[in-house]
């Protein structure tokens, strides 16, 4: 099979749809300030409530080709441009133009989903490889959303503790997802911190100065505000900032429907089981599938850490939620409808794979 790009891969130049949104309701403002929002939770949702699932798998020679294709990397460290571009677009919008408070609210909120799954999605998704660009990149991708930690607790602590009662990012059966923010939020920065502290001490290194990462990070994001701030106004650091959080709550948000419920065993000598295929929600909605890089496979991610995105594989024995990533979502913000539709499933997951 030929290494090229075939027309099957150029699907994942659709994942440009929230940049390019984002960019026209900047430029268009008004009702069209709204348009990412209206893109990721009215309109991918309809699409996926009308398309079917696609559960169907690479074949070796594809995933051989695939996995040496550049093409794949490159729409990645391409999100850095979109997102620093569009950050200094909006920067010089809302400095020299006026705006009413709801294209405001608008602004935010598109920009915020931009750099929840541009930013932080795709952050995830570089920093699970290795080397000195890759790393760079997914650091790059995490200053906007002010959660530079992440890489360090997601690598090193979620992967490691994910369906434990020990992960902070493994929302618990009958968590609503509103006290999960807190519980994933504050409890992820401190393991972040032992994380770093820990690796601190190997080295024979301070916890407090400039080889911590974390504290050097918190620099970094404070330089980043406060450069919107001098470059532009206060009102645009202000609307940083408040996009950087929404995409912290998008990327919350996804944790709690990948993870809810779901645990594994603990073994007679003290150690829970290895992480398997059927320890994390999955979606095979070809438009998530494709708007995330492929993290609705996220079982096979878990599983596989260091897998590309593009060779992700599905598993029959992997749970699946019923309804794609975004309305997934916003079925999680309203609990007793999450509940009675979930509950059931997670205890039906728990006969098959929990021993009591």
């Known amino acids: 099979m030929s290494d090229g790009i075939t027309l099957r891969d150029l699907k994942y130049l659709v994942a440009y749809i929230i940049p390019i949104s984002t960019i026209t309701s900047i430029y268009l403002s008004g009702f069209w300030s709204f348009l990412t929002v209206v893109i990721t939770f009215i309109f991918i949702p309809l699409i996926e409530l009308f398309t079917?699932?696609?559960?169907?798998?690479?074949?070796?020679?594809?995933?051989?080709?695939?996995s040496i294709n550049p093409f794949f990397d490159i729409l990645l460290y391409g999100n850095?441009?979109?997102?620093?571009?569009?950050?200094?677009?909006?920067?010089?919008?809302?400095t020299n133009h006026t705006y009413s408070f709801y294209e405001l609210v608008g602004l935010t909120l598109s920009t915020g989903i931009l750099l929840g799954s541009s930013g932080i999605n795709v952050a995830h998704e570089?920093?699970?490889?290795?080397?000195?660009?890759?790393q760079t990149a997914a650091k790059c991708l995490l200053l906007p959303n002010l959660y530079m930690h992440f890489t360090i607790e997601h690598n090193y602590g979620h992967h490691l503790r994910v369906a434990t009662p020990e992960d902070p990012a493994t929302s618990r059966y009958g968590e609503v997802i509103y006290s999960f923010y807190?519980?994933?939020?504050?409890?992820s920065w401190l393991s972040a911190w032992h994380i770093e502290s820990a690796r601190l001490r190997k080295i024979n290194k301070?916890?407090?100065?400039?080889?911590?990462?974390?504290?050097?990070?918190?620099?970094y994001q404070i330089i980043y505000?406060?450069?919107?701030?001098?470059?532009?106004?206060?009102?645009?650091?202000?609307?940083?900032?408040?996009?950087?959080?929404?995409?912290i709550f998008l990327l919350e948000s996804i944790?709690?429907?990948?993870?809810?419920?779901?645990?594994?065993?603990?073994?007679?000598?003290?150690?829970?089981?290895l992480v398997q295929t059927h320890h994390s929600w999955n979606s095979d909605h070809e438009a998530g599938r494709i708007l995330l890089y492929e993290l609705t496979r996220h079982s096979d991610h878990h599983y596989k850490a260091n897998k590309k995105y593009q060779l992700l594989n599905h598993y029959d024995e992997s749970p699946q939620l019923p309804f794609g990533y975004p309305s997934s979502i916003l079925l999680a913000m309203v609990p007793p409808l999450w509940f009675k539709i979930m509950n059931p499933k997670v205890q039906e997951w728990r006969k098959i794979h929990l021993e009591y």
């Open 182 to 187: 807190w519980r994933t939020i504050s409890q």
């Open 80 to 94: 850095v441009l979109w997102i620093y571009g569009i950050l200094a677009f909006l920067g010089y919008m809302l």
């Open 206 to 219: 301070p916890s407090f100065g400039i080889h911590n990462r974390i504290l050097r990070y918190t620099g």
């Open 225 to 247: 505000l406060l450069s919107a701030y001098l470059i532009f106004s206060p009102l645009v650091a202000f609307v940083f900032f408040i996009a950087g959080v929404t995409g």
């Open 126 to 134: 570089l920093g699970h490889k290795a080397g000195w660009l890759a």
């Open 255 to 273: 944790n709690y429907i990948e993870h809810y419920g779901l645990v594994r065993c603990l073994m007679p000598n003290g150690k829970y089981e």
């Open 52 to 66: 079917r699932q696609d559960d169907t798998n690479l074949d070796e020679a594809e995933a051989e080709s695939k």
